[in-house]
């Protein structure tokens, strides 16, 4: 009770003390006249600070410090060169803001503000929504070079007014933005633009600036990019989107797919703002880049509302000097990201595309994109899908037959199987091992089934990450989907539905019907041969629930996937259904397999190494157990 009475106390003496102090502040507190006096004597104070200051501060300026329009007046020359120094001459040049220039598979746009491309638009693609594909536009990159001068002023490049100019190299278009510290000192980004090439031959370079530039402080290159949204679902396409970058002789990294995330890496080969079928990417043609900070920001938290852009990249780092002046030869790629065009650069480009890693992503190289490639060269690209899931479940039939063997053999084994549990159920161990016996003269291992079971997992995770990643379905229609690369909506709900969305997708629903036939057939057949064991979960019991949560996981999981690979999924199961009758009704002749069984039982069977180990541990936890019962 006294505790609580010293908190109340505490709070009112507190409120009065503020109440005090408040009527103090007021009391005490300038006449107009006073504060009024009082401004005018700080800020005659600041100007002579600012008078007194020391010439070697330095002085950082922003672009709301500059004219946007050429200054000739005398008078406004001196106080532009007493605010930024010798670039005040790229002041006095006339030049026009935009800069416009096409090629067979671009439309650029550079701005005189800063230089750099103010504008990409890839001419042979729109979007889902038919409008044409802008990698930049609206203010939605950034690219600045920081460095300092020799009279202790820092400096940003995106603030300063360039030189455009626009000649011809040969066939090759040149397109140079020059920041002119005097006709011929000057920093120069150089564009050299190839007939029917998404590359851009990039180059940063000075000429006549080592003494302008302050070389103890190095030039920092800071590129940002938003990535601008092109697929109906910006959630599915943002799944895709991701800062990507070789480094150390061929080794390949990402940044966190669906979370911010920032790194900083020592040597850089290239780095590529990928935005799922599209890719910005920046390569160093020379020596690699140093001490480069990546960052990505997840900007979709909401997918009702933020529908413009994806993600928002970063990448920061030095430029080094050389004797004074820099120098940089540079590429920078606007393009689809697709495996063909990419790799024609041999510089690994290809690997910024999410193909799987390991074995998975080998199989997809080695295997399905030659393999698509070839059949979508004569074939509609849905038909080439079929025609691509019919070879590879051949491929993989013989895997089904092992499987249905195995269970055939289980099913015609049960009786026996049951028999012995029966017989010996006060001793487990002396069953397992007569179960293990019996399994083994008849060849009839539980493992042989699960094990081509296995085999096919590398070849399934494959496909799921090629059909999502293949710029070849992209914008490609097959029956009612209007494009393979993106779900194929039948019908739009009035309202979402969390993890389903709001529309509802025909391929993922037949996929989910064919999955369930597929499963009721085979894990009936599994659940009939499963043995059930004492202590151990009910098997037939988790099978059954599998066949209808797989379907279910299915509807609700690919409703937003790319059709192409729910059409993969449903073709592969109804050919999965046709081989498995085909394989039970006219190959497995369960007669001939139990005349076979009853013929391996007579030979006698040798235990390998792993089934003496596997018998031996079994009999040491049973005579453990044993002596266990003794000493109670």
Known sequence: MEEKKFDINSIIGFVLIFGILIFMMYQNSPTPEEVEAKKKAEQEQVEAEKKESKQNEAVVTTSKDYPNVKVTDSSEQVALKNKVGAISYAYTLEGEDITTVETDVFELKFNRKGGHLAQVKLKNFVDYDSVPIYLVKDNNSAFN???????????????????????????????????????????????????????????????????????????????????????????????????????????????????????????????????????????????????????????????????????????????????????????????????????????????????????????????????????????????????????????LSFVQYKQFLSQAKMKILKPELEAIRAKYKDNKLKAQQETMALQNKAGASPLSGCLPGLMQIPVFYALFMFFPTAFELRQKSFLWADDLSSYDSIAELPFPIPFYGDHVALFPILAAVAIFFYMKMTTGQQVATQPTQEGMPDMGKMMKYMIYFSPLLMLVFFNNYASGLSLYYFISNLISIGIMLVIKNYIIDEDKVLAKIEVSKTKPKKQNKFQKKMAEMMEQAEQQKQAQKRKK
């Open 145 to 395: 070079l920081t460095f300092s001068t020799s009279d202790s002023r820092t400096q940003n490049t995106q603030d300063h007014p360039f030189q455009p100019s626009v000649t011809k190299s040969g066939e090759n278009t040149v397109v140079s933005m020059k920041l002119k510290f005097s006709e011929s000192e000057y920093l120069e980004y150089r564009y050299e633009l190839k007939p029917n090439d998404y590359m851009i031959d990039f180059s940063i370079k000075s000429q006549g600036l080592s003494g302008v530039f302050n070389t103890s402080q190095p030039i920092a290159l800071d590129w940002k990019q938003k990535q601008i949204r092109h697929s109906k679902s910006i959630s599915y396409e943002n799944r895709y989107t991701r800062l990507t970058y070789m480094h150390d002789d061929g080794k390949v990294d990402k940044l966190s797919q669906m979370s911010d995330d920032d790194e900083t890496v020592e040597d850089v080969e290239w780095l590529s703002y990928r935005q799922h079928f599209f890719s910005t990417i920046l390569v160093s043609n020379e020596s690699t880049l140093k001490n480069v900070a990546l960052t990505s920001k997840d900007l979709v938290e909401d997918e009702e509302v933020d529908t413009l852009f994806t993600k928002l990249y970063t990448s920061k780092f030095p430029l080094a000097y050389n004797g004074g002046e820099i120098n940089k030869s540079l590429g920078l790629y606007y393009g689809p990201t697709d495996a063909k065009t990419l790799k024609s650069y041999d510089k690994g480009l290809e690997e910024s595309i999410p193909f799987g890693w390991g074995i998975f992503g080998w199989i997809n190289k080695a295997l399905f994109i030659p393999l698509f490639g070839f059949l979508s060269g004569f074939l509609p690209y849905g038909i080439a899908i079929i025609v691509m899931t019919i070879l590879v479940k051949i491929m």
